[in-house]
């Protein structure tokens, strides 16, 4: 519990720190929002108009602090290009993106799981050959590249799943495939390495000299032991997933946060790209403090 | 497959004489109930009155209609008015409208709307992004329920392609006042009179339209018409291949020629309004010697551009217009002539050539290869020019918002699409000397041209109007060139075999009233 409210209390300084850089960061880049909204056919009346409303002549600091105490209050501002609520766009998206990640965590840890132990144990040297050979392979495809290849495969030629969209589970496959392979891949090759280190272990040949059976040799002492670093890596992969569902979401033409701040940076639509990075954020660290609540529970050495 | 596909299409063929006069049939039989489009971007909103989108404009024009409108062939067509004249004064325009037309909320399409309405786009204090196409107009005046004078401040040439312009669309009083700001915001906050009506939309999802049966014309034929957008080109393409989305635009070069070579699908190319080109920053030495900029336009080889790069979707410059743009004069293809462009650069007293920079953004199709290529053909006689490539946001910036001598630019990418496809939208913004042009972001002036523009604009009689067109073109092509003139764009489409009735218009959208999808 105290570690919770320890990860939950990180959360302040983080959004502080991140709202700043972010801040900074959509006003240094060069490229004028009301220009952008305004169109390529419009007059300098309608920009300066745009700049006014959006309160873009204000001093830097003055729109930074009328940015924060909003934010602090759950006003994210409205969008430059829509007109529309932030909050009520993300609110519109991240089931999308969140769904997607999800997927994509879920299937990173169990396939990565799977396959690093059945590579670490088994007694034939092939088993442990391929697996290594196919997650360097999945380490190694870059998402964008990956996404489209299972596209051309299963909707194009196979005509298995369907192509871009949601609305059926069947949509995300590929989606979630694109976006967890590279982690599965990861936590594979991580979980072989420290079960191997663990197996040769003096408390594990201990055990299996006492006769323990193989199964609950792997399952009880050994596994849980090696799956340390594994939950430390899980919690660290979370951060690149919901970077990579920007790809993914592009791709498979998935309406979530990722895509939907894309669009914001080329349009320079600054409260909404503040605000997406900022409910990013704020998902990152809080499943951040939630892994370390897992590692805890799985280490007594943390937990003290 | 390919059985299926014979089998179809006649079907098809066998059906099509009777589809023309047949009344609306998409629903169940022969064909699908509906139609799923897909193009790279959502629409931002669908405020007719306040997008300068093509994304948002391929939505608003099947919801929302104008007095009068184009056809195919670009040529002027009655709508929401059944006739309309302009008095001798050339100021004075008389619609009279269509009666018994209601908007989709069930509100009566009456004159009281039509003065609304232009009220609406004109108000000085909401400045909605289409107000400066409008400004020309002084007053609206409800002579009856079915009879409106549109006053404008002066005889005004293109006074037509402006009202059959989207922008000019009536949207519904009832729901603008009811949603102010909010309009066209969200499905509940559109309404129009056009053969289809918002049911919902999805943010970055899908745009679902559904016939609307009290429509006063021909009827939609497909009962729904979903836009979805996907923002990756390559995923876009695969879609269509795999059947999950009927029709797409916006297809890279290379994808053009493989997907002619399929049996499944089909590719038009429609001539379009939208041309691309490089602008000289004329505040800048050495383009403010004509000498300069014609030894440049004589030195860029257009054939081989074309031919290498972007042959797919565009053929060469004829003009300072397209050529289905109302006011284009054919003035041929400029020459590659290295020689001459030499020979010019020494006149100019640039016997060496000098150095430059080009600016591109791949937002524009082959942006960087053409910059490129320009470059190359440069360096050919004797400019050196270097190549800088922005996203574009980072473009737009150094073109609005800036004054002249801010901006570092020297040449830079621009691609030019009149939305009125008419010469006076294509030219006077654009070329007009500042300050009161608004969008000539290479400072061209030239007060032979600016006369000659200004005379156009008030120009009502149709020859003379295309003389001074003619006059103004050869300025701003040839003789003071405004800008390094390559290619006028062709607008692509391709779709399903399955699909047919699709109107592709050189305004860069697609028309499905007439759409149908076999099964």
Redesign the interface.
């Known amino acids: 519990m105290r570690l919770v409210a320890r990860g939950l209390a990180r959360l302040v300084p983080v959004l502080a720190a991140i709202s700043v850089i972010v801040f900074l960061i959509v006003h240094a880049?060069?490229?004028?929002?009301?220009?952008?909204a305004?169109?390529?056919?419009?007059?300098?009346?309608?920009?300066a108009?745009i700049r006014q409303e959006l309160g873009l002549d204000r001093p830097l600091h003055v729109q930074f602090v009328s940015f924060v105490t909003r934010a602090v209050q759950g006003d994210l501002g409205v969008s430059i290009?829509?007109?529309?609520p932030v909050a009520r766009?993300i609110a519109?998206?991240l089931p999308h993106t969140a769904a997607l990640a999800f997927g994509g965590v879920l299937l990173a840890v169990v396939l990565g799981l799977s396959a690093g132990t059945w590579a670490a144990v088994t007694r034939r040297r092939w088993v442990d050959r391929a697996v290594m050979a196919v997650t360097l392979v999945a380490v190694s495809t870059p998402s964008y590249w990956l996404?489209?290849m299972l596209?051309?495969v299963f909707?194009?030629h196979l005509?298995l799943l369907?192509?871009?969209?949601?609305g059926t589970p069947a949509h995300y496959v590929l989606p979630v495939t694109a976006l967890g392979l590279q982690s599965a891949g990861l936590i594979a090759r991580m979980t072989r390495a420290s079960l191997l280190d663990t197996l040769d272990q003096e408390y594990v040949r201990a055990a299996r000299a006492r006769g323990a059976s193989r199964a609950r040799l792997i399952a009880r002492h050994a596994l849980r032991n090696a799956l340390l670093p594994v939950t430390s890596l899980v919690g660290l992969r979370i951060g690149g997933l919901l970077a990579g569902t920007v790809l993914v979401e592009?791709?498979?033409?998935i309406?979530?946060v990722g895509?939907?701040m894309?669009?914001a940076?080329?349009?320079?639509d600054f409260p909404m790209v503040q605000g997406g990075v900022l409910v990013v954020a704020t998902l990152y660290v809080v499943v951040n403090a939630l892994t370390d609540v897992a590692s805890a529970l799985a280490d007594p050495r943390v937990r003290a | 497959m390919d059985r299926r596909l014979t089998t179809g299409l006649a079907a098809l063929l066998a059906l099509l004489p009777l589809a023309c006069s047949a009344p609306p049939s998409g629903d169940g039989g022969e064909f699908r109930d509906q139609l799923i489009f897909?193009a790279p971007?959502d629409a931002?909103?669908l405020d007719p009155h306040n997008?300068?989108?093509t994304e948002s404009d391929q939505v608003t024009m099947m919801v929302f209609e104008t007095l009068i409108g184009f056809d195919d062939q670009m040529q002027i067509v009655p709508r929401l008015a059944e006739q309309w004249s302009v008095a001798e004064d050339g100021v004075t325009w008389t619609f009279r409208l269509r009666r018994g037309i209601t908007f989709h909320d069930g509100a009566p399409f009456d004159a009281e709307a039509v003065r609304a309405n232009f009220a609406r786009v004109l108000d000085p204090v909401a400045?909605h992004?289409r107000?400066?196409?409008f400004s020309m107009i002084d007053r609206v005046d409800v002579v009856d329920a079915h009879t409106v004078k549109i006053v404008t401040r002066f005889p005004f040439g293109a006074f037509e392609p402006t009202m059959a312009h989207v922008s000019a669309a009536i949207v519904s009083p009832t729901v603008a006042a009811r949603a102010g700001?909010?309009f066209g915001?969200t499905a509940e906050a559109t309404s129009g009179t056009g053969p289809y009506r918002v049911v919902s939309w999805?943010?970055?999802?899908?745009i679902v339209l559904e016939r609307f049966d009290g429509y006063w014309g021909e009827k939609g034929r497909t009962r729904r018409i979903i836009y979805?957008?996907?923002?990756?080109a390559?995923?876009r393409v695969?879609?269509l291949?795999?059947g999950?989305?009927d029709v797409i635009s916006r297809i890279p070069s290379n994808d053009i020629t493989r997907l002619e070579t399929l049996p499944s699908i089909r590719v038009s190319k429609t001539p379009s309004v939208g041309a691309q080109q490089f602008r000289f920053n004329l505040t800048k030495k050495p383009f403010t010697d004509r000498r300069v900029r014609q030894a440049i336009s004589y030195a860029i080889n257009r054939r081989a551009i074309v031919d290498n790069l972007v042959g797919a979707f565009a053929r060469p410059a004829t003009g300072a217009l397209t050529s289905i743009m109302r006011g284009y004069a054919n003035l041929g293809e400029i020459p590659y002539d290295p020689e001459r462009a030499r020979r010019l650069l020494a006149e100019a007293g640039y016997p060496n050539g000098f150095k430059t920079r080009i600016a591109t953004t791949p937002r524009y199709p082959m942006g960087v290869e053409l910059a490129e290529a320009v470059a190359a053909d440069l360096r050919n006689v004797g400019i050196d020019a270097a190549i800088d490539v922005y996203?574009?946001?980072?473009m737009?910036?150094f073109?609005?918002?800036l004054p002249p001598e801010k901006n570092p630019q020297e040449i830079f990418i621009m691609g030019a699409g009149a939305?009125t496809a008419d010469a006076d939208?294509g030219l006077r913004?654009i070329f007009q000397t500042a300050p009161t042009n608004?969008?000539n972001y290479g400072y061209y002036s030239n007060a032979e041209f600016d006369r000659v523009i200004e005379a156009a604009m008030r120009e009502t009689d149709a020859d003379r109007r295309q003389a001074l067109y003619r006059r103004a073109q050869e300025i701003v092509y040839l003789e003071d060139p405004g800008a390094i003139w390559l290619y006028e764009n062709l607008y692509i489409v391709a779709s399903r075999a399955a699909v047919s009735g699709l109107r592709a218009s050189p305004l860069g959208v697609v028309t499905f009233q007439r759409a149908v999808v076999s099964r």
């Open positions: 880049i060069p490229g004028d929002p009301a220009v952008i305004a169109g390529l056919e419009a007059s300098p009346d309608t920009v108009r290009r829509t007109g529309v766009e519109e998206r996404a489209l596209m051309l909707s194009l005509a369907p192509s871009i969209g949601v592009s791709v498979f033409a309406p979530g895509r939907m894309v669009d940076v080329i349009a320079r | 897909s971007a931002t909103t997008t300068t989108d400045r992004k107000l400066p196409l700001m909010d915001k999805k943010k970055d999802q899908e979805r957008p996907i923002p990756e390559a995923a695969l879609a291949e795999a999950d989305v996203d574009w946001g980072t737009v910036g073109w609005q918002g939305s939208w913004p608004e969008n």
